[in-house]
Each structure stands twice: as structure tokens, then as C-alpha cells.
DNA sequence: TCGATATATGAAGGGTCCTTCATATGAAGT
DNA sequence: ACTTCATATGAAGGACCCTTCATATATCGA
């Protein structure tokens, strides 16, 4: 068994009990692992759910033109045209990156006559992008 | 010129004072931008490096196999082989993914003897985890 | 109703990057 | 010194996705 395969099996319990005395070259197993803190480690993660989600969302917002259009956001209502302008690129990329936001829940729009007005979602957002902010604006020694 | 050019020239003054009564079809130009709007929403938002920074950071938060690792290490901290264990995957996915983490500032570690253990490099990368959280776990209606 | 405007969407191409496999480095034990 | 173990790294391929171009939908004005 290579190296690098995966270890998922190890902490699972419905293998046979071990038998003992058997030689290390036979069995995948590292030596290293802390069972325990593993454990507790899992128990304290989040619902893989949740992590799928936020793993999507934190994907979005790392696109540099669709964080650019939620930083414009936090400050204010934007219409499409606005956005475009702003960031100085088409209304075909502004559009298909607002989409790509909307579906994820980061950012709502209300629409008037033909024009579409866009916001943030909700405050987490705004929350989100301020705390990122202060952590890559961070003085490093 | 197609619909959807960039519109970056539209607020610069470095062009010509237009003609006035020029038709329409002549030139590039929206109708529904808020300049105003738009100015106040550039000076809002923050730097572009900034900006750039966020996006890498949010990028690679927003891949699931490197969010696993920085929720896990939010609980605390993990050598190399538990994560490979907690993650069930294998050792070189850990390894490059927490290089990445590691580039950005995101995880720090601490070499003994052969072990290395990984933690996250600093609170801003938790508290942002869990505003990320609350943002997807939300209800909605 | 016809044209113009604002926005949305579909398809496609090209670049990016995540995973895998293989190997390298480096430390500890014998 | 040599082997073993923990981790790091390089290369490659295949999937994913961002941008562009073209077109569709819908609203407003004449």
C-alpha cells in the first residue's frame, strides 16, 4: 500500500481486533496519530453540511471580480450599470458574477422598472468581508 | 462597439470635453450610471491590494479539503498525520494543501523532531470561520 | 407596436488548480 | 551508517470555471 493512501479506515472500528504481534510491514497504519485529539478535533468540527456550504460560499468570494462587486456592495445599493462602471468591465461579467452571488445567498437584488438594484444579503456578509480585511491587512513582522 | 465593453472610460476626465448634441449611436455610453453613486462606492471600498490579498485568502478557504484542515485546527492543534487521518485522505493532499494555507498566512506550524504541527496563524482566521458559519447556517424562510 | 435600453443567459475556449503518483528531505532509532 | 518514519515537493492529467461573444427577455418611450 503507497504512502500517501488514505487513512479514513484507521479510527473505524469495524475491523476484526488486530491481531497481535503482527509485523509493521503488513498493515497500513501510522504511528503517529494521536487518536484522541483526533476525536475530539472531529467532534468540534461543524456539520459536514455546513462546511460544504461555507466551503462554496468562501469560493465565490474568492474570485477577485465577485469580490470586488461585494465590496462595492457593503457600502451601497448598486445598480448593474453602476457595477459595470465601477470595476470597469462588461455587463456580461457583472451579470454572470451576480448570478453566481445571488444563487449563493451573498447578495439580493430588487428590481425597478428595467433597472436592477443589488445589496448584500445579509449583515454576515459585510461581517465577513471586514474581519478578512483586518486579517490579510494584519502587520507582519 | 458591443454591448458589453468594459466601461472603465466613462468616469475618467482624461478624454476630450464632449461634443455636445452627438447622437446616441456615436459613442460608448450607458444611460442608467449614478456617478455619484459610483464615486462614493470606489472611495468606500478598500485598497486594491487589499482587495487581491482577500480574494487569494478566501480562495483557498474555499476549497473544501483546506476548509476541513482550518476547521479542524480552529478545535486545535494537529500534526500532519492526524489531519491526514481526521480528513481521510491522504498525506500529500494534506501536505500540499496546508503549503497553501501555509503561503497565505492562514496556518503556522512548529517542527518537533519529525512531527510537525499545524495551527491557525492567527484569531482574524477563526473569527472569520465562524461568521462564515453563522452566514450558512442561517434560516431562512 | 416598434425601437432602445437594462439585464440575463447559453455555449465555448482556454487557463487554472486539485488530485495522484513518485520521489526527496530530514530526523530518530538501532 | 542504515533503516524507518514523518513530511515536503515535483510533474502531469483531467476537471472545473472564468471570460467572451452572441442572443434572449423585459421594460420604457414614442
Given at each position: 500500500m503507497p504512502v500517501n493512501a488514505p487513512r479514513a479506515a484507521i479510527l473505524r472500528n469495524d475491523a476484526p481486533p488486530a491481531p497481535s504481534r503482527?509485523?509493521?510491514?503488513d498493515v497500513c497504519e501510522v504511528?503517529?496519530?494521536?487518536e484522541l485529539k483526533v476525536r475530539r478535533a472531529r467532534g468540534a468540527m461543524p456539520a459536514p453540511e455546513s462546511v460544504t456550504a461555507l466551503a462554496a460560499t468562501l469560493k465565490a468570494l474568492g474570485d477577485p471580480t465577485r469580490l470586488r462587486l461585494a465590496t462595492a456592495l457593503a457600502a451601497t445599493e448598486l445598480c448593474v450599470c453602476d457595477l459595470a462602471t465601477l470595476l470597469g468591465t462588461s455587463q456580461s461579467v457583472v451579470s454572470h458574477s451576480l448570478r453566481t452571488l445571488r444563487q449563493l445567498r451573498i447578495v439580493r437584488y430588487r428590481k425597478e422598472g428595467r433597472v436592477a438594484y443589488y445589496s448584500l444579503d445579509d449583515p454576515h456578509v459585510a461581517a465577513l468581508l471586514a474581519i478578512g480585511l483586518d486579517h490579510v491587512e494584519e502587520e507582519r513582522e
Open positions: 503482527r509485523r509493521k510491514e504511528q503517529c496519530v494521536d
